[in-house]
C-alpha cells in the first residue's frame, strides 16, 4: 500500500531516526500505528466507563445507590470472608 507523507511528517521521521531508537521509517510508522491502537482502544474504554458512570449517576438520583460507609463495609466483609474461605 503506497502512501504519500506530508513534509512534516517525513521530517518527523528522520528526527525520530536521528535518535537512533528505530533502525529504520518502517519501524517508525509501525510504533506510531501501535500507540493509535492503544488510543482508540482507551476511547472506547473512557467511553464505555462515562456510560457506566452515567447509569450510576441516575441509580443514585432514584435512591438505588448505597452510602460511602455502607459500601465499604460490605466490602470488607466480602474480603473478609474470601480470606476465610
Not at 528522520?14 to 476511547?43: C, F, M, P, S
Not at 452515567?54 to 474470601?82: C, S, V
Amino acid at each position: 500500500m503506497p502512501i504519500t507523507l506530508q513534509p512534516e511528517q517525513e521530517q518527523f521521521i528522520q528526527t525520530q531516526l536521528a535518535t537512533g531508537r528505530y533502525a529504520n521509517a518502517t519501524e517508525v510508522i509501525a510504533e506510531a500505528l501501535q500507540l493509535l491502537e492503544k488510543r482508540n482502544h482507551y476511547d472506547l474504554w473512557v467511553e464505555e466507563l462515562g456510560n457506566k458512570i452515567d447509569i450510576a449517576a441516575a441509580e443514585l438520583d432514584r435512591g438505588e445507590g448505597l452510602d460511602g460507609e455502607t459500601a465499604i463495609n460490605q466490602l470488607r466483609a466480602r474480603l473478609h470472608k474470601n480470606r476465610e474461605a
